[in-house]
């Protein structure tokens, strides 16, 4: 199987799952579903990804998104990850979670048009709680997700060029260096403060605006060992 049709083989099952895990909404009903893994193919003539950014866990489903996801579901008997592609489209296109990470990779590796895997630890997004604010993941809900996944994607990747991988948080990158090390020897990765979390990540570039050139002190590239 080639490397597209085993992302989008992946894409398929995070799509269809169906599991309540603790402090997370799963509810397809309401049009949220698991998300934020997404491919994106810049350039179709590589046989590679530049880059896999690992993210803690998508964002809270915007009214516009919920609705065109269940505008989709009562057209088409089938909704799968060709949908939900076509929903995350403009998403990573213009959300500054992505256009953020993606300046910062234009000027790291020096390319304009990347193949980035965007990924999350776990694919679905937080409960809130009664005062509208987001539930910590439970460590029990990381590691489900890690195993049933992320671990997963990556083992696809040690069959082909490894990408380099950007860690996104402490959260992100504590998690897989106590729990998931070992699939990810060999990759070589920056941890890098959160993009929209973090008023620090614009501090990688000169100007703050993320337009300007990089900082010459940017962190350390590292591999796992």
């Given at each position: ?53 690992i993210g803690l866990n998508q ?51 020096e390319k304009k048009d990347l ?24 460590l029990d809900t990381k590691k ?82």
């Amino acid at each position: 199987m080639s490397l597209n049709k085993s992302l989008n083989s992946i894409g398929d099952e995070i799509t269809a799952c169906r599991f309540r895990c603790k402090a997370i909404m799963n509810d397809v009903e309401k049009g949220i579903y698991p998300r934020c893994f997404y491919p994106e193919i810049c350039n179709e003539k590589l046989k590679y990804f530049d880059s896999i950014v690992i993210g803690l866990n998508q964002g809270i489903a915007t009214p516009l998104e919920r609705a065109f996801i269940k505008y989709i579901q009562s057209h088409k008997s089938n909704f799968g990850f060709e949908y939900i592609k076509i929903v995350m489209e403009p998403i990573i296109r213009n959300c500054d979670y992505y256009t953020r990470v993606r300046a910062f990779l234009n000027k790291y590796l020096e390319k304009k048009d990347l193949n980035i895997l965007w990924t999350e630890l776990v694919k679905c997004q937080s409960r809130l709680d009664d005062m509208g604010g987001k539930l910590p993941i439970e460590l029990d809900t990381k590691k489900k997700c890690f195993e049933k996944f992320l671990k997963r994607e990556i083992e696809i990747f040690t069959k082909y060029q490894k990408p380099l991988l950007i860690l996104l948080g402490k959260e992100v990158f504590d998690f897989i260096k106590k729990y998931g090390k070992e699939q990810f020897v060999g990759f070589e990765y920056l941890k890098l403060y959160h993009p929209t979390g973090s008023r620090k990540f614009h501090s990688y570039f000169e100007d703050k605006n993320i337009k300007g050139k990089l900082i010459s002190h940017i962190p350390m590239k590292e591999k796992f060992i």
